[in-house]
């Protein structure tokens, strides 16, 4: 895109309508975005500083913080949520990759049905999505079904309300998160580099180790964002599927917030998981770039 | 050249290493390899596909079967759970005012979403970069700080909550993702077509009426399925917003949560799953055909959108 616009020398980048109307433009989202979305966050985090609860504010303090990353019961949780997760997101890539590559390279006439197929994913209603897991890792659902009629296990094994379950919804929830921007990521690679390396003698696994994971590294950034960090604000999942067992750091907020009142420590707990996806993010972007210079 | 001589020597070499009778062999391994490929491909498929659409089938299934458990065993066919999903007066409002919210939202994140991306991909101003990352933020920030700061705030100024604070909540979020689709459309865009109308005397508002908003018609009807999809699905956001309000989504919760009435939920979810599944599909034949006619590929415009 840049290259192009280095190319034509008449257009200058940015200027076909002038600079005064910028402000013009720009007003009202930007006013959206301070009114509905940066005071809620500026407020949020006085709440998190102070001893406020439903009923009105209370003064400064750092107890909420000295609770949230004190406490061992907090501890745990957040422990539980980053391996669960982590999990959830490593099976997401493990799936993903190939489908990806198979969409991108091999697919053929089927590469445009399919892309409906997983943008269709995308829109269907994860509440739902949710419940129907829930039917199938039931005790008497399928997977029970299938397990006992192939005889490999005799009794029905317990699959709903543990971690477990929770990694399978969230990675099965946001596959197409993963798949497409892959996809997107693999549809830049350049055949004839793949072509050639494979001429001179590269195994699969080289390719895939030289060529394709680090062109496609920005494809697994953008999932990163666009699915782990919903993951940690994900409390639907836990209750549904979760139960006691699988519980993460949104159930917490969610009862902090909703069933104790405490907002002050609802709202500290909030702020770790907003410390959580930026360290994840900023990692991510860091290994990137680390393994861009490196090949 | 000699490069590509002494691999094509390599690889007969190679091919002959492996016995006598070498040219059968070579076909036999590739067609093996290819076998092998496709089957892995078709076993990839086939399990994707069960992920993404099996548990939604089931549904289905279950919501046809005569039965008030849970159960596989078929027990004859009825629609009277479909009756009584339909019957069902919280159900219908929290359906009526999700769609309500998700119709009225969207036009309003159209057009904020398109002034934004205008003004971060056409314009030149100092701090350009840092608008457009801070308006980029709401996609970026969890989904829960958004609802629980909301939460805070309205309840700080007296704002009760209802369904206008849901839809204000999801005009913050859903703005940017259309921003993202729209600016990726602009900076595809052929900048010199632009130069060429300004200089064959067109003025700007021609130029926007004539030549931009017939390109980004694709982009912006793409922008406004993810958008208005977006609304309808959206749980963490619309459940700390919604206040004593009906929303579907927040409906499905609390039935799931409290475990009753679950057979009308099997209905009617698989009235929501069929509706969405036309939706998508008739959105995407007028898209991919306005696609055709502006000359773009509807793959850039469904995959390149939101991920860039």
Request: hydrophobic share 55%; with cysteine.
């Amino acid at each position: 895109m840049s290259a192009t616009d280095a190319g034509a020398p008449r257009v200058r980048s940015g200027t076909t309508f002038g600079r005064r109307s910028a402000a013009a433009v720009l007003a009202s989202p930007v006013l959206t975005l301070l009114v509905l979305f940066a005071a809620p966050l500026a407020y949020l985090t006085w709440v998190s500083f102070s001893e406020a609860d439903i009923t009105g504010d209370g003064s400064f303090t750092f107890d909420n913080y000295a609770e949230v990353l004190g406490e061992p019961i907090y501890r745990s949780v957040f422990l539980d949520t980053i391996v669960i997760s982590f999990t959830a997101m490593a099976i997401l890539f493990v799936i993903a990759f190939p489908l990806a590559a198979f969409l991108a390279f091999r697919a053929g006439k089927w590469e445009i049905p399919m892309l409906l197929a997983l943008v269709l994913t995308d829109e269907l209603n994860p509440l739902i999505r949710l419940y129907a897991w829930q039917i199938v890792m039931n005790k008497e659902g399928v997977i029970n079904k299938v397990l006992q009629g192939l005889g490999i296990v005799d009794e029905p094994i317990t699959l709903l309300f543990t971690k477990t379950a929770v990694v399978v919804v969230l990675a099965t929830g946001s596959l197409a998160f993963v798949v497409i921007p892959i996809y997107a990521a693999l549809k830049t690679v350049n055949r004839n580099l793949i072509e050639a390396a494979r001429d001179l003698g590269a195994s699969w696994v080289t390719i895939l180790r030289e060529i394709l994971l680090p062109l496609s590294a920005a494809g697994f950034i953008a999932a990163i964002i666009i699915v782990f960090v919903p993951m940690l604000s994900d409390f639907a999942s836990p209750a549904v599927v979760g139960g006691r067992e699988g519980y993460m750091i949104a159930s917490l907020i969610e009862e902090e917030f909703n069933a104790r009142g405490n907002w002050g420590v609802g709202s500290a707990l909030s702020f770790v998981i907003l410390a959580i996806s930026g360290v994840m993010v900023w990692v991510s972007i860091r290994i990137s770039k680390v393994g861009r210079l490196g090949s | 050249m000699k490069q590509a001589e002494a691999v094509a020597a390599g690889r007969t070499v190679r091919g002959s290493r492996s016995g006598s009778r070498s040219v059968p062999k070579v076909v036999w391994t590739i067609r093996r390899r290819e076998l092998v490929t496709n089957a892995a491909s078709a076993v990839l498929l086939l399990a994707g596909s069960l992920i993404l659409f099996g548990p939604f089938l089931l549904l289905a299934f279950l919501s046809f079967n005569d039965s008030q458990i849970m159960s596989f065993r078929f027990d004859g066919l009825t629609l009277r759970f479909y009756q009584e999903a339909l019957a069902d007066e919280a159900m219908r409002e929290s359906l009526r005012n999700s769609l309500i919210v998700a119709g009225l939202t969207t036009p309003i994140c159209l057009v904020l979403g398109t002034l934004s991306a205008f003004g971060v991909a056409r314009f030149t101003f100092r701090g350009r970069g840092g608008v457009a990352a801070a308006l980029a933020l709401p996609l970026v920030v969890p989904s829960l700080l958004v609802g629980v700061g909301a939460l805070v705030t309205f309840s700080k100024v007296d704002v009760p909550l209802s369904l206008t604070t849901v839809g204000l909540m999801h005009i913050v979020v859903g703005f940017p993702l259309v921003m993202a689709i729209v600016t990726a459309a602009l900076y595809r865009f052929d900048r010199s077509l632009e130069e060429a109308a300004l200089d064959l005397g067109a003025t700007r508002r021609e130029l926007l009426w004539y030549v931009l908003l017939p390109y980004l018609v694709p982009a912006l009807a793409a922008a406004a399925i993810f958008v208005f999809g977006w609304s309808f699905n959206s749980f963490t956001v619309t459940f700390f917003t919604v206040g004593s309000e009906r929303m579907f989504t927040v409906w499905v919760f609390s039935r799931l949560r409290q475990g009753t009435n679950l057979p009308l939920v099997n209905a009617i979810s698989t009235l929501v799953t069929a509706g969405t599944v036309v939706v998508v599909y008739i959105a995407y034949s007028l898209l991919r055909r306005s696609a055709v006619r502006s000359g773009q590929d509807v793959r850039t415009l469904v995959a390149g959108g939101p991920a860039q």
